[in-house]
């Protein structure tokens, strides 16, 4: 008889990455990991993200068509999108939810797609569908979050997804329940956050939208009273200003590429001004990297180094000689984006983790104010 198997939906600006995924017990095996793309100028066509919604989910439904002998669907696990706070795990998808992120999201990205996608599919198919940590998971403590301004409090918004799969990848191999793991885990793609995790916990990050270190399209922290004048320059309108720090700043502001391969071809063909943006990201990775590990009181169990950029060798040896001192460094080159989504619906289907259901909030302690 047919196996059934888990799908995932992770939806980006102009893909939808689709995963296969056999449930092992409370594991997945991957049986296929597939990237549909989408014509840029058909998807700028839309009037937004959520006017995408029928056309991507015929683009998966063709897909998953195709596969010679059909498909049974276990359950449907989408990527969470910009949600308002929640608890690292599992969400079930209900209408709920679908609404809020069609409609009510935190900030405009096609991940908000991952939820109704899953839900249309499962919905077909009769089984579950679920999101896997959207990037709204908050776990930090009141102390994490007190800015120094109380019109301003800090706020979680990292890549929780791949870096909880980092983790727990990391306590397996170091035999420890993932609940116990103190660890940094530095998600190093487009955007960047580095993240403490104490006993499995995210209890701090830097945020991947606003105090991250620069990144291939992103300004990160920047001084507060520097950016106040450039608001008020009349240099930029607020969309402009917000697109030169977001999709349009860090390496790309100063090299004119959001592709650090280019950025290292740019080094080895003597470019100086590439050599010190590229030592200035990495710099500002490193110092991160140590204030988490600060964060663990300088214990950290192990250092994880994940996301694109840790494909590169230069960068991974570079920054393994700066912060080795603090634990053991370990790279998991690329994105678990799919594998986790998968591994989170087959946690939820062998029983060994609950799922929530919406509207969800973050279990911690409320502030004093
Ligand atoms: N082998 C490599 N060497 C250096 N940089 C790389 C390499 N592979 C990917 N990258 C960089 O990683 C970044 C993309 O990271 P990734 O995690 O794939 O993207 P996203 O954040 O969009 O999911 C890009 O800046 C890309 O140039
Ligand atoms: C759901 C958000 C997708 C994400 O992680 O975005 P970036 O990698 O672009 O920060």
């Known amino acids: 008889m047919q196996k059934s198997l888990i799908l995932t939906i ?36 839309f009037d937004g993200i959520a006017a995408q919604l029928p056309f991507r989910a015929q683009a998966v439904q063709d897909f998953l068509d195709a596969i010679p002998g059909g498909v049974r669907l276990a359950a449907v696990a989408g990527r969470g999108g910009m949600l308002s706070p929640v608890p690292a795990g599992v969400i079930v998808v209900d209408d709920g939810l679908v609404d809020f992120a069609l409609h009510r999201p935190v900030h405009h990205h096609a991940s908000n797609l991952g939820a109704p996608l899953a839900q249309r599919i499962a919905a077909a198919a009769g089984c579950p569908a679920f999101v896997v940590d959207p990037v709204s998971v908050d776990e930090l403590p009141p102390v994490a979050r007190v800015s120094g301004c109380p019109d301003i409090q800090r706020f979680s918004f990292v890549h929780a997804l791949n870096i909880r799969a980092c983790g727990r990848r990391l306590a397996t191999r170091l035999g420890k329940p ?7 885990v530095a998600h190093m793609g487009a955007g960047i956050s580095v993240a403490a995790l104490r006993k499995g916990r995210i209890v701090d990050s830097t945020n991947r ?68 943006v590229w030592e200035a990201m990495v710099y500002q990775i490193g110092k991160a990297i140590g204030s988490m590990a600060a964060v663990l009181d300088f214990r950290p169990d192990g250092i994880v180094l994940t996301g694109g950029m840790a ?25 678990h984006e799919s594998e986790a989504l998968g591994a989170g619906a087959a ?23």
């Open 10 to 45: 992770n939806p980006g600006t102009t893909t939808t990455r689709i995963g296969l995924f056999l449930p092992e017990g409370a594991e997945v095996r991957a049986v296929l990991d597939e990237t549909i793309d989408h014509d840029e100028t058909v998807m700028a066509d």
């Open 178 to 184: 993932f609940a116990e793991l103190d660890a940094v």
């Open 209 to 276: 939208m606003e105090n991250s270190p620069f990144s291939p399209e992103r300004a990160g922290g920047l001084p507060p009273m520097a950016l106040i004048d450039l608001c008020y320059s009349g240099r930029f309108t607020k969309d402009a200003l917000k697109r030169r720090l977001y999709g349009q700043g860090g390496v790309h502001a100063y090299l004119g590429t959001k592709d650090m391969r280019r950025v290292e071809a740019m080094i080895k063909a003597g470019d100086a001004k590439a050599q010190l």
């Open 311 to 335: 494909h590169s060798r230069r960068l991974t040896s570079v920054l393994t000689d700066r912060i080795g001192a603090f634990a053991p460094v370990t790279c998991y080159p690329g994105s």
């Open 347 to 369: 946690r939820v289907l062998a029983g060994v983790e609950k799922a929530r259901t919406w509207p969800v909030s973050p279990e911690v302690e409320p502030m004093p104010w």
